[in-house]
């Protein structure tokens, strides 16, 4: 899902592109996210971009296992899933990464 409401802007401005009206040009940046299970109770939260860039939405190293991420697997992202995803809502972290070959 994380992938996906990054790429659907992206989608949506093109498909009002093509039906002729004024859209902001977007771009995709690679996003993806996936909380991994890596023992009970422990979660690593992989946060990447194109060309295996690592992020994060997090002041802590993505790629470090935490027992802190374990709530916000089992509790938060089913929460922003039902009650912000797939409303339509959008969740701004991290911040898209600016794309050069893109010209406004």
Avoid: N
Avoid at 11 to 38: I, M, N, Q
Avoid at 53 to 59: N, T
Avoid at 84 to 99: N, Q
């Amino acid at each position: 899902m994380a992938a996906v409401r990054r790429q659907f802007p992206v989608v949506v401005a093109e498909l009002r592109a093509a039906l002729g009206e004024s859209a902001k040009k977007r771009a995709y940046d690679g996003y993806g996210a996936c909380p991994l299970t890596v023992a009970h109770g422990k979660v690593m939260l992989a946060e990447f971009r194109y060309g295996g860039e690592v992020v994060s939405s997090f002041p802590l190293d993505p790629r470090t296992s935490r027992r802190m991420y374990w709530p916000i697997k089992s509790q938060f992202f089913p929460a922003l899933y039902w009650q912000v995803m797939l409303r339509g809502l959008d969740w701004h972290w991290p911040k898209p990464k600016p794309r050069p070959d893109l010209t406004e």
